[in-house]
């Protein structure tokens, strides 16, 4: 079973919200970090993603940038531009997006539980981002951005996070996207009632944020190390052992689209690439762009949507990752007829997101692609198999939407 946590939150000052919270610092690169926070000295960027506030060529990974961002995260507390709570308690965070609610409970999750395999992942980490976000959070000494959990959802927890959001929000704004952010600070009856009923739950998964738990976890294992080095064990209970999460209930949640843009067809002209995808894949006319079901695909080339349907014979794995769509097309096109092998590596294709809509692949293939393929989302299910399955799903397959944004409440252990 799971174990939650309450904590000293140090929160946004209500009347600063709109201004202050951002997005996570992996889904905006450097340059749109500093267009979004410029003119806005009280961005969260500027403790997120600090290489904003340094010199355009200054190394992302250099020690400026993550002292930078201690400095910036402690100004933003002494300038009480982040509150620090009088007592632990847990929180409640809902996010609307196009008529859609999904609510959360906002808890420090437990680092022996990621380790133990309670807290479950379906993504491998890149050892360079990973590094990075050890390093801000070790000097830091803070979770600036929540992991982005996920539980088969629970109606004990359903029923009391009914009974919190039934009062006034702390925050309620709706952000430059549309997106509407409301925050709920719980009682401590009512944080007692959360920590115990996640007692029940048998384990959570990673929707979002694989290298901020793993971040969390490198952290914790260091201090317990140094503590060691000077003859002293860490108490369990101590900040270090637990990492900022926000826990939602599976049945709220959508997965977007994660598309594909090819830079190259591998020496193929746009016949020779459609004949053999047809070897492999159903074509057909298409009026709507977003494929309708799994295992169908649409294609855009030479300025035209074309329909793909993967033969039913090549559908041929039985465990949870052979069955995905993203699998399958690196499977039966990707590899044999583009020659890309390892998508972490190539050079020659690019992912993108399913928020930024079909138009942005379109836009691509006029820029610097030749070609672009969309694919049906994943569903929440899937990911949860693979999971549990302890297998990895292939890379960019999930596009969870939408996210918390971060600085609505920041865990400090230092």
Known sequence: MVKISAFRGYVVEQTLAQRLIAPPYDVLDSTEARAMAEGNEYSFLHCNKPEIDLAIDVDVYSDIV?????????????????????????????ITMNGRTQYGVVAAASVDDYENKLIKKHELTRKKKEEDRTKLTDIQGANVGPVFLTYRNCD??????????????????????????TFWKCSVEETHELVDAFANIPCTYIADGHH?????YNVCKLRRQRALDKGVVVDPNDDCNFFLAIHFPDNQLKIMDYNRVLKDLNGNSPDEFLSKLAENFEIFDIEDPHPKQKHEFSL????????????????????????????????????????????TTSERIDFVGGIRGLGE????????????????????DEVMSIADHEQIMPPKSTWFEPKPRSGMVVKVFN
């Open 66 to 94: 993550y002292e930078t961002g201690r400095k910036n995260l402690m100004s933003f507390i002494e300038k009480n531009w982040l509150v620090h709570e009088a007592q632990p308690i847990v929180y409640i965070y809902a």
């Open 156 to 181: 004990r927890i359903d029923a009391i996070t009914q009974i919190v959001t039934s009062s006034g929000a702390f925050v309620d704004v709706v952000t430059d996207d549309q997106v509407r952010h």
């Open 212 to 216: 901020r738990a793993a971040s969390a």
């Open 300 to 343: 855009f080339l030479n300025g035209k949507w074309t329909g793909m349907r993967l033969k039913a014979d090549k559908i041929i794995g039985t465990d949870p990752v052979s069955n995905l769509d993203s699998y399958l097309l690196t499977k039966w096109c990707l590899a044999p007829i583009i020659g890309i092998e390892d998508l």
């Open 361 to 380: 692949l379109e836009k691509r293939c006029r820029e610097d692609c030749v070609a672009a393929i969309a694919l049906y989302p994943v569903q929440v």
